[in-house]
């Protein structure tokens, strides 16, 4: 059964960080285009990052430009997203995805597996 989990989610106060995983099962991760979303209640869901499936192409959203890292690990079969100097904007629930096609991008309708989500709550 394919399947992506996410977690690492939690509560940080501004500045802090936090480091999120999306674990893929039944499936390689590494033959996937994989990005990641958030979403606030009321709002759509708005890409953060992605990273193309050779790696070449790596994106991040404005907003989050010189905060986030994404990242592969290949042997546990997962992808990381790395995330420092958060602010309450930040605050949302965070999901992974993987598209079959090569490259990567903003539109959920591209990604054919979505995980759960984990909450992010940013606040003093």
């Known amino acids: 059964q394919v399947q992506l989990v996410e977690s690492g989610g939690g509560s940080v106060q501004p500045g802090g960080s936090l480091r999120l995983s999306c674990a893929g099962s039944g499936f390689t991760l590494d033959d996937y285009a994989i990005g990641w979303f958030r979403q606030d209640p009321g709002k759509e869901r708005e890409g953060v990052s992605c990273i193309s499936r050779d790696e070449g192409n790596i994106y991040y959203a404005d907003s989050v430009k010189g905060r986030f890292t994404i990242s592969r690990d290949v042997a546990k079969n997962t992808v990381y997203l790395q995330m420092s100097s958060l602010k309450p904007e930040d605050t949302a629930v965070y999901y992974c995805?993987?598209?079959?096609?090569?490259?990567?991008?903003?539109?959920?309708?591209?990604?054919?597996?979505w995980g759960q989500g984990t909450q992010v709550t940013v606040s003093s």
């Open positions: 995805a993987a598209a079959s096609f090569p490259s990567c991008g903003w539109v959920p309708g591209w990604y054919d597996y």
